[in-house]
């Protein structure tokens, strides 16, 4: 009885360290969700993410980690975005949100967040993130 008492006490000391193992390893992408409200301000004028929300001047951005570029059937892309086959992850996000050119050659997004620090594109991807695809 002690025996397996002790081997679940183990147990759960794996899972706290394994816990904290993966916390560490995403820990230098992690964003602040709330912080970055404030940054997607500058955004909106072409952007819309949340419930509801469609595509204007640009794209709706509901559940855009993890979604293929250019493949909303409501906007209109440029041929750049739409032929470029990626798949926008956290990482990639944040080049395209810092220098969309550079990421997608030809793309027709006029905007670049130059002043915008990693910490704070960080927090802008995180908020993103919080929004799941709608269907
Ligand atoms: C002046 C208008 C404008 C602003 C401001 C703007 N965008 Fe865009 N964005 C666009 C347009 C237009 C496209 C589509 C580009 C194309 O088709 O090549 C786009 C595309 C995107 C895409 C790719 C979406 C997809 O479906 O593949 C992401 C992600 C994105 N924008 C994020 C942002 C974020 C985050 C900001 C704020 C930091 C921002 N944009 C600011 C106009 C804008």
């Known amino acids: 009885m002690n025996g397996l008492r002790q081997t679940m006490a183990w147990a759960g000391a794996g899972l706290v360290i394994a816990a904290h193992a993966l916390a560490a390893q995403a820990a230098p992408l992690a964003g ?16 819309r993410v949340g419930p509801g929300a469609r595509s204007g001047f640009g794209p709706q951005l509901n559940g855009i980690v ?10 209109n892309y440029s041929p750049a975005l739409k032929q470029s086959q990626l798949v926008w992850t956290r990482e ?13 050659p030809g793309n027709r997004m006029r905007f670049a967040s130059w002043g915008y620090d990693d910490q704070k594109i960080a927090n802008l991807v995180a908020y993103l993130a ?6």
């Open 32 to 47: 602040d969700a709330a912080a970055g409200q404030a940054q997607f301000a500058t955004c909106t004028r072409c952007h």
């Open 66 to 75: 993890g979604r293929r570029a250019g493949s909303l059937s409501d906007f």
């Open 92 to 104: 990639r996000l944040a080049a395209f949100i810092k220098n969309p050119d550079q990421v997608v």
């Open 130 to 135: 919080s929004f799941p695809a709608e269907r």
